[in-house]
Nanobody, 123 residues
Framework: QVQLVESGGGLVQAGDSLRLSCTAS????????MGWFRQAPGKEREFVAA????????YYQDSVKGRFTISRLNAKNTLYLQMNSLKPEDTAVYYC????????????????WGQGTQVTVSS
């Protein structure tokens, strides 16, 4: 059982930056593909970014390309999401997730989820 704990959310203004972190309890963190998803009020959860086990391949939702960067530090069992040029439409609860697959952009293929961290961007 992998436990994931997100941190780093908060209230910021449009144009600001935030860095989310997700720490995993599993010592075999490098065996999992990792992803970030988000869910805004009244909307379905959506894919944001994913990174394969070794960190070489990364995938992004079109709306965050060029603004968000996903990365991981396997030695610290930690996943990151650097978010720059934030927009009000980025407001959501952000979740990190782990998949036994090498990588995935589909939420149904993720096996473990964190509790989420709130990101609110004011205009």
């Amino acid at each position: 059982q992998v436990q994931l704990v997100e941190s780093g959310g908060g209230l910021v203004q449009a144009g600001d930056s935030l860095r989310l972190s997700c720490t995993a309890s599993e010592q075999t963190f490098s065996n999992y593909g990792m992803g970030w998803f988000r869910q805004a009020p009244g909307k379905e959860r959506e894919f944001v970014a994913a990174i394969e086990r070794d960190g070489y391949f990364r995938y992004y939702q079109d709306s965050v390309k060029g603004r968000f960067t996903i990365s991981r530090l396997n030695a610290k069992n930690t996943l990151y999401l650097q978010m720059n040029s934030l927009k009000p439409e980025d407001t959501a609860v952000y979740y990190c997730a782990a998949t036994r697959l090498m990588v995935s952009t589909k939420s149904a293929e993720y096996n473990y989820w964190g509790q989420g961290t709130q990101v609110t961007v004011s205009s």
